[in-house]
C-alpha cells in the first residue's frame, strides 16, 4: 500500500508539474504580492515573494505544489516578517462564496453539479445586485473565478478600494448578508401627524414608515417585495388599491391589518436578497486566497477566471487532457459526473479513467494509481 501511495504521489506532481509547463497568469504586480503554498495542506509555507512573472512560474513547475495562494494585499516588501514589517500598500476587495443557499438534493460527495451551480448563482448575484448595482463598481474593475473546489472567488480592485479599511470591508460584506438598520419604522400616531388624519380616520392606529417607490439598496428590495406580497393579499379592490398608492409614499400603516403582509415580504426580500459570504476573507486583508488560473490540490480542477454566467466548472475547468486514460484503483464505490459523462466505479476494481476524473478521485484519496 504504501508504495502505491508513493507511486500515486509522484505521479500526480509529476502531472501538476507539466499543467505548469503552460502557466502564464500572474497576478497584477507581481513583486508586490505574498503568496504562499501547500503540499499537504493549503498553506504549508507562506511569506514567499517573487521579483517576477518569470520566478514565480519557474517555481510553480520545480516545486509542483498542489495549492497556490496570494496575498490580496499589495506590500513593499512581501517576505519581510512579521506582517508588520511588509510595508501595507493597500488591498483588493475580495469576496467568498462557498456555501450557496441550495435546498434538499441528491448531494454527490465527490463532486456536486447542484451545489457548484447555486454558488455560481450566488456569486453571480453579488455581482450584478452588490458590486455593479448598489456599490456602483465598474466591469473593468471586477474579476470573478471559480475557487476549484466549491465556490467561488470576486475580487475589486481600484485605487478607492485598496484603501479601504477593515471596517469598511466588514460593512461591504455585512450589506450583502442581511438588511442594514430598522427597514420599517413604527409609531403610534400623535395629533400632529395631519397627513396621516385621513387614515386615523379610516381606522389605521399605527403609523409605520417604510422605503417607498424611490427607494434604494435594501429599502427597494423591501419595497419591491411589499408591492408582491400587497398584489397577492386577499386585501380586496378599493383598500388593496388604497395600500398600494399610499406604500409609494412609504407609508405603510395606510390600511388597518396589513402588518403580516409587510413581515411576509420582509422576510422574502431576506430570503431572495441576502447572500452567505464568508466575511473573514473580505474584511482580513492579511489573508491569502487561491491565486487564480492554479490548480486546486483537492480536485485537479483549475480556479480558472470565469465569466459567471456561463461558466460550468465541470467542462470548463479541466487541468489535463480528456484523452489520456489512466488506470485507478477505487478505494471505495463512487458515481459522479465530470466533463459531460457520468462515471462509475466501484471499490477495489481498477479501471481505466480520463485523467481529470483519475486526477479528481487520486486527490480526494479516492483511488490510487493501478
Ligand atoms: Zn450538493
Not at 139 to 166: C, M, P, Q, T, W
Not at 354 to 362: C, H, I, T, V
Amino acid at each position: 500500500m504504501q508504495v502505491e501511495t508513493a507511486m500515486t504521489n509522484n505521479y500526480m506532481r509529476e502531472r501538476v508539474s507539466w499543467f505548469y509547463s503552460r502557466f502564464d497568469f500572474p497576478p497584477r504586480d507581481v513583486a508586490k504580492r505574498e503568496f504562499g503554498f501547500g503540499w499537504n495542506s493549503k498553506i504549508d509555507q507562506r511569506h514567499k515573494s517573487f521579483p517576477s512573472p518569470k520566478e514565480l512560474g519557474e517555481f510553480l513547475r520545480r516545486e509542483a505544489p498542489l495549492y497556490a495562494s496570494y496575498s490580496v494585499a499589495y506590500y513593499q516588501i512581501p517576505d519581510g516578517r512579521p506582517m508588520q514589517r511588509k510595508g501595507f500598500l493597500g488591498a483588493e476587495l475580495a469576496f467568498d462564496i462557498d456555501r450557496p443557499r441550495i435546498g434538499t438534493h441528491k448531494h454527490n460527495e465527490v463532486i456536486c453539479p447542484a451545489c457548484l451551480d447555486a454558488a455560481r448563482q450566488d456569486a453571480l448575484q453579488l455581482l450584478e445586485e452588490y458590486l455593479l448595482g448598489d456599490f456602483g463598481f465598474f466591469h473593468h474593475e471586477i474579476s470573478a473565478n471559480f475557487s476549484g473546489s466549491k465556490g467561488y472567488h470576486l475580487h475589486v480592485d481600484s485605487e478607492a478600494v485598496r484603501e479601504l479599511g477593515s471596517d469598511g470591508r466588514r460593512e461591504i460584506a455585512e450589506y450583502a448578508s442581511e438588511p442594514r438598520g430598522e427597514l420599517l419604522v413604527e409609531e403610534e400616531i400623535r395629533g400632529d401627524a395631519r397627513e396621516f388624519y385621513e387614515e386615523k380616520k379610516r381606522g389605521a392606529s399605527k403609523l409605520i414608515t417604510g422605503p417607498g417607490e424611490k427607494a434604494r439598496g435594501w429599502g427597494k428590495k423591501l419595497y419591491d417585495e411589499a408591492v408582491i406580497a400587497l398584489k397577492a393579499s386577499p386585501l380586496e379592490g378599493e383598500r388593496k388599491k388604497l395600500a398600494l398608492e399610499n406604500l409609494r409614499r412609504g407609508n405603510y400603516g395606510a390600511v388597518k391589518g396589513t402588518e403580516k403582509i409587510w413581515e411576509r415580504a420582509k422576510a422574502d426580500a431576506i430570503a431572495k436578497h441576502a447572500l452567505v459570504l464568508d466575511k473573514q476573507v473580505t474584511l482580513d486583508t492579511a489573508r491569502l486566497i487561491r491565486l487564480p488560473e492554479t490548480i486546486h490540490g483537492g480536485t485537479g480542477l483549475i480556479a480558472k477566471k470565469c465569466d459567471l454566467r456561463s461558466f460550468d466548472p465541470l467542462t470548463d475547468a479541466l487541468a489535463f487532457p480528456e484523452k489520456t486514460m489512466v488506470r485507478v484503483k477505487p478505494a471505495k464505490d463512487a458515481a459522479f459526473e465530470l466533463m459531460g459523462k457520468t462515471f462509475e466505479t466501484k471499490e477495489g476494481v481498477a479501471v481505466d479513467l480520463p485523467e481529470p476524473a483519475a486526477m479528481l478521485l487520486m486527490l480526494k484519496g479516492c483511488a490510487s494509481l493501478a
